[in-house]
């Protein structure tokens, strides 16, 4: 019969509660400061009319009156539309994007973008592209035979 815990296993259980109440933290962190969320149905469009719906009926590039920039894209079997998103540097981008088809995932190389595109549903990211140049985008969720072509690039002018 146990009477007690070993010290070991004390250690370990502390760790154990300590990584939890952390892990917890981190969830409440992303929810509540960071605006983290799952989707939501407010953001939800019909995925048969995406090019009858507004923003994604003129998919592209808007620059704002207050500097800021949206990127409309629509993704699809098997390209971006459009392909090349065009900004001045220190321009925040907020990308909205949405899907037709299938499931993709958009992902800016050398940038912490990376968000699902499920279809019919509006997905909003937002990046500042501080210096000039040109960064790649990637469909990282395997959608078909064709997705290994799914590039496109934002570029970012001086
Ligand atoms: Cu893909």
Partial sequence: ??????????IILGLTVLG??????????SVL???????????????????????????????????TA??????QTWLWEPDTIEVPAGTEVEFVLTSPD???????WDTAVNAMVIPGQVTRVTQTFDNPGEFGIVCH???????????????VTP
């Fill in 1 to 10: 019969m146990i009477k007690t815990l070993d010290r070991y296993e004390k």
């Fill in 33 to 67: 400061e960071a605006g983290i969320h799952l989707p939501t149905i407010e953001d939800r469009i019909d995925p048969a009319a995406v090019r009858d719906t507004a923003p994604f009926d003129e998919p592209g590039v808007t620059i704002n009156s207050d500097g």
């Fill in 102 to 108: 299938v499931l993709h995932g958009f992902h800016i």
């Fill in 70 to 75: 949206t990127a409309v894209i629509i993704a």
């Fill in 20 to 29: 939890l109440i952390l892990g917890a933290g981190a969830i409440a962190l």
């Fill in 141 to 155: 969720e395997y959608c078909g035979i064709g997705h290994h072509t799914m590039f496109g690039r934002v570029l």
